[in-house]
């Protein structure tokens, strides 16, 4: 039997990790493409490597992270405190509003 969360069983983590993989390649394709019409998006390697790391660990938190909590409202919660973290260290690094 597998586990289950209300009456429908998980997927393998694999599926979803996977997912999670194509999300962040999708995502990052969007300032890539930007890159080839127009100079105000100029990212170097570095600016895909830390957007893949954070977008990616988000991610995969929220995939392992999800499958610990049974309640709808809590993985809603989850789900919000990983985006406002994920929002606030982009900010950061974008524009520095900690300094």
Do not use: Y
């Amino acid at each position: 039997m597998s586990p289950a969360i209300g009456n429908a069983p998980l997927r393998p983590v694999s599926t979803d990790l996977l997912r999670v993989v194509l999300a962040t390649a999708c995502l990052l394709l969007v300032p890539l493409v930007a890159m080839q019409f127009t100079r105000e998006v100029n990212w170097t390697g570095f600016d895909f490597a830390v957007a893949a790391f954070l977008l990616g660990g988000t991610g995969t938190a929220w995939v392992l992270l999800s499958r610990m909590v049974r309640g709808t409202r809590e993985r809603k919660l989850l789900g919000l405190v990983l985006l406002g973290a994920l929002l606030v260290v982009w900010a950061e690094l974008a524009v520095g509003i900690f300094h």
